[in-house]
């Protein structure tokens, strides 16, 4: 019998999603805006504890706008967590500022307090280096600080909160993989000044493509929503003083949303049930390890199921069990490479005690997605257990 792909994190309907898009149609409400994108707004503020949201078209525009309203300019300094996807550094990029890499804590796997407030000082002194040229940076405090809560985890934020506080400088929560992760019992992308989400149609729950900017200042947000509009002026005829951007969510792919809320909190059950099972039959083997949640004070969606691999202790590296799954038309892919090592960013100032670089080389995620099913499942054990076995 063919067997069909298990993908990473594939899409997963609720079921009620073709009942506000039927009513975009029925009102002709296919255009941008429209009521379905002031319900999500609404649901995504309820859900997050934010006082405001602007759906917009992804995850990176909601970053990139964030940075133009924390007036980042060219050769601005922004701090960045370096373990994450590059749509947390390409929009810093897009500004003509430069990025500071910030390596990770050995728990979280997310942004070290201790090395941020280590790079902060040196961008304020005039000591920022360049680990891989020589360029010599110029002596100023960075425009914001945007940590990743990674894979669903969030990152330490009563610290990092602290040194930003300390130094006065802002902070963004690059919160797009962990919709329904809280710490301290407060929802991620609400402990800073600006935060952004992803739906992109491998997350928790999506819209096809799409993300929100959310906040509790209202003026950053109307600023957004005006910016992500083309930025056109109050007046009869199309005036521009400020450059905009096409940066909206269209009123059907927010229908997809409204309906994907009626089903967030199962989504975010389900996951962390995916993680339980794989811990089930794999936590206490020898040189395998999982992200987990360092303390009672992370509360993680686990949107996708890390793990590390010790070969020396397993007896298989990280790459052959991604090819032995592959072999069986199961889905598994190494963690992010992290932004110091990407060539785009090579030249990039970056502070690091090289955990990040060793989570890279041995560590996979595993299929998370909440629709896998029970034969899904079965298949991923067997085939998991065949090539450890077989080692």
Known sequence: MKQNDIFLSSPHMGGTEMRYIQEAYSTNWVAPLGPNVDGFEA???????????????????????????????????????????????????????????????????????????????????????????????????????????????????????????KYDILVIEDAAESLGSTYQGQSTGTFSTMGILSFNGNKIITTSGGG?????????????????????????????????????????????????????????????????????????????????????????????????????KLGISREELRCRLLEEKIESRPLWKPMHLQPVFQNSPYYGANISDSLFEKGLCLPSGSNLSDEDKNRIEHSIKS???GR
């Open 387 to 389: 090539a450890l076995e």
């Open 43 to 165: 649901d995504l503020q309820k859900y997050t504890g934010a006082k405001y949201a602007a759906a917009l078209n992804s995850g990176t525009a909601a970053l990139h706008l964030a940075l133009i309203l924390a007036d980042v300019k060219p050769g601005d300094y922004v701090i960045c967590q370096s373990m994450t996807f590059s749509a947390s550094a390409n929009p810093i990029a897009y500004l003509g500022a430069i990025p500071v890499f910030i390596d990770s804590e050995p728990d979280s796997w997310n942004m070290s307090p201790k090395l941020l407030e280590a790079a902060i000082e040196d961008c304020i002194s005039g000591s920022l280096r360049s680990p891989a040229s020589s360029i010599t940076f110029p002596a100023k405090p960075p425009k914001a600080i945007i940590p990743v809560h990674l894979y669903g985890m969030s990152a330490n934020m009563s610290e990092i909160i602290k040194i930003a506080d």
């Open 212 to 312: 929100a900017l959310i906040s509790d200042n209202e003026e950053l947000i109307n600023k957004a929503r005006f910016l992500a509009t083309q930025a056109r002026d109050d007046a009869p005829h199309y005036q521009h003083s400020v450059i905009g951007y096409n940066y909206r969510m269209s009123n059907i792919s927010a229908g997809i949303g409204r309906g994907q809320m009626d089903v967030v909190n199962d989504r975010v059950e389900q996951r962390r049930s995916i993680n339980h099972w794989y811990r089930g039959y794999l936590d206490k083997i020898e040189g395998l390890d999982f992200q987990s949640e360092p303390n009672s004070d992370y509360y993680s969606n686990f949107w996708l199921t890390a793990i590390t691999i010790d070969s020396d």
